[in-house]
């Protein structure tokens, strides 16, 4: 019989501090593996595993088994570091393996290669590590299949808040906890009516984090998570969201081995249990969340200001003009803008109240709001066109707003301002006479007017001549003439500017939400594709991102295209419309579409 060993290996004894080294606890040749400890990385942060391994070799006739465990991991200082033993209780005595030092520089090292089958970097901005979910795939003589499953396998609906104001954000999560292996597919979603609908994460990306839940590790895989904005006061129920699943199970065979532990211990003995093998089968399941019902509280009537209008939040206010100052009668525009967290997207504009001699004509929103916050929270500037009448002095009085904080239960007013602008007299020109010089008197001689009448005739027939020969050049020229005409023709109509969401407008007219969402995204892929000109082989986010500041767009206009595109995505495939969400949509994506033809 081969010697039981149980050691400990690095990948590396020298490495720089932004490089990996992969760590393995091998156990060779064992018949029995009881309880193991691994020991703590203080020094390091954990990139990949528990991975497991196994493998055997035959030197000089000898065969020599080993099953183990790895760790990959990245150095949080320089200096020799040390990685204390593993322990674990194999064939029924406690066995160590020896500690390992490594040596971390401050450059990278040549030695420092990376272990076999070591390939992907991390995410730098993913989490460095998680631990090891408690899969309970098998099915052992005398377990209740369906039981099982319903351990094992369920949606649950996280709420931030069951009980909140009109107009207050609440969070909604849809998560899948699972410690079986699945095939699933979303085949309803929740309509959420009674809510404008926000979703902080892309529906099409696997969410996947692990979650303790009773005691146990689940694989948590987020299906959606959306901001919900109240609209009227009562209790609304989130219906619930519906899975199909083809469940992949494992029944053991009669006499199979001892339930495993959970975490590292419970990895091995998976790894060591020979009786563990046994059929797969699969078990098809159609599963639910349960309803949630959330109490939305109305606004309170004590203390609410005349000019509110349904803001809720912490918000500020400012106001500015494209220019302070003007000529009668030209246009000048007001911005006001609102910035903060809450329902920003429903709020409408302020109330301006114009002094004698002005009067506003036109009013636009443009909205900056990352929905991946919760709160919603950014910007909303209101642009109000305008002119003046007579010219003079004015001041455009400060713009009030009013907002209910459903933190502090209290409503509370801001404004911006007030705003000088002064107004120009447009002076108009006047018609100058052109005073004509009085004529001399010819002294000149009767003859020398006809000499001149015969200086014109002739050079009227040199001209007549020039014109013949050159007749022949110009008919050569004709029907070169012709096709650069019919070239700028063409050129003349490619130029001409088409609404990019007409189709779209007549689908938000027709009622025919479904095609419209599908109509806006796209015009919007469209314009980024004509914006970038790149194919639609190379849209991808990195290099709309990328592309779109280089020419100069802020983060803020980056994330408003990205939220529109989600959004008409996310519509796609969950048919719950709403006729505000629809209007707000068609605004946004105006502002995009501009904003991508300029």
Request: charged share 20%; net charge neutral; aromatic share 8%.
């Amino acid at each position: 019989m081969a010697q039981v060993k149980f050691s400990a290996q690095a990948s590396a004894q020298q490495i720089g501090k932004s490089d990996y080294v992969e760590i393995q606890f091998v156990i060779e040749n064992a018949k029995d593996v009881g309880s193991v400890q691994p020991p703590d990385f203080p020094d390091f942060n954990v990139v990949q595993g528990p991975n497991q391994s196994s493998g055997m070799s035959i030197v000089n006739g000898n065969m020599s088994q080993y099953k183990g465990i790895s760790y990959v991991l990245q150095p949080r200082k320089t200096g020799v570091l040390t990685i204390k033993p593993a322990t674990a209780t194999i064939d029924g005595q406690i066995m160590h393996t020896n500690p390992l030092q490594v040596t971390v520089q401050a450059q990278s090292s040549q030695n420092s290669s990376k272990a076999p089958g070591f390939n992907p970097l991390p995410d730098p901005s993913w989490p460095t590590a998680q631990p090891p979910v408690d899969m309970d795939e098998v099915v052992r003589p005398g377990e209740n299949v369906a039981e099982k499953i319903r351990k094992n396998f369920f949606i649950k609906v996280e709420v931030s808040k069951t009980d909140c104001y009109l107009g207050e954000p609440i969070v909604a999560t849809y998560k899948l906890y699972a410690r079986l292996r699945s095939d699933s597919r979303v085949t309803k979603h929740p309509s959420l009516n009674g809510f404008s609908v926000y979703d902080m994460v892309d529906p099409s990306e696997d969410r996947v984090g692990v979650e303790k839940y009773n005691g146990k590790n689940y694989s948590v895989h987020i299906i959606r998570k959306t901001q919900l904005i109240p609209l009227q006061p009562g209790d609304i129920t989130l219906d619930p969201m519906e899975l199909d699943n083809d469940i992949y199970l494992v029944k053991a065979t009669a006499g199979a081995g001892k339930t495993p532990e959970s975490g590292f211990s419970g990895l091995l003995d998976r790894l060591f249990d020979s009786e563990g093998a046994g059929t797969p089968f699969t078990q098809h399941l159609v599963i639910e969340s349960k309803p949630v019902t959330i109490h939305v509280k109305p606004l309170p009537e004590e203390g609410k200001p005349a000019d509110f209008n349904g803001a809720v939040g912490k918000y500020s206010l400012s106001a500015s003009l494209d220019s302070k100052e003007v000529d009668t009668g030209d246009a000048a525009i007001l911005a006001v803008t609102i910035k903060g967290t809450g329902n920003l997207p429903v709020i409408n504009s302020p109330v301006v109240n114009w002094p004698a001699g002005m009067e506003s004509y036109d009013m636009n929103s443009k909205e900056n709001i990352d929905k991946a916050n919760a709160p919603l929270g950014g910007s909303k500037t209101f642009n109000y066109s305008f002119i003046a009448s007579k010219p003079g002095h004015y001041v455009l009085p400060a713009v009030k707003m009013s907002y209910f904080d459903p933190s502090a239960r209290v409503y509370k007013s801001i404004e911006a301002g007030p705003v000088p602008i002064e107004v120009n007299h447009l002076a108009k020109k006047k018609n100058t006479p052109v005073v004509q010089p009085a004529p001399e008197h010819s002294r000149n001689p009767e003859w020398f007017r006809y000499l001149g009448w015969i200086a014109a005739f002739a050079a009227i027939a040199i001209l007549t001549v020039f014109i013949f020969k050159e007749s022949k050049k110009d008919a050569a020229l004709k029907a070169e003439k012709a096709k650069e005409a019919a070239a700028l023709e063409k050129i003349a109509a490619a130029s001409i500017k088409t609404d990019p969401l007409e189709e779209s407008r007549a689908f938000r007219v027709s009622g025919d939400y479904g095609k419209f969402y599908g109509s806006v995204n796209r015009a919007i892929w469209k314009g980024v594709s004509d914006k970038l000109q790149l194919p639609a082989s190379e849209l991808n986010k990195l290099n709309i991102a990328s592309g779109l500041r280089a020419r100069g767009w802020t983060d803020d206009e980056i994330i408003q295209l990205k939220n529109i595109l989600n959004e008409c995505e996310l519509k796609l495939y969950t048919p719950a419309y709403n006729t505000l969400d629809v209007e707000r949509l068609l605004g946004e994506a105006e502002s995009v579409t501009h904003r991508l033809t300029v």
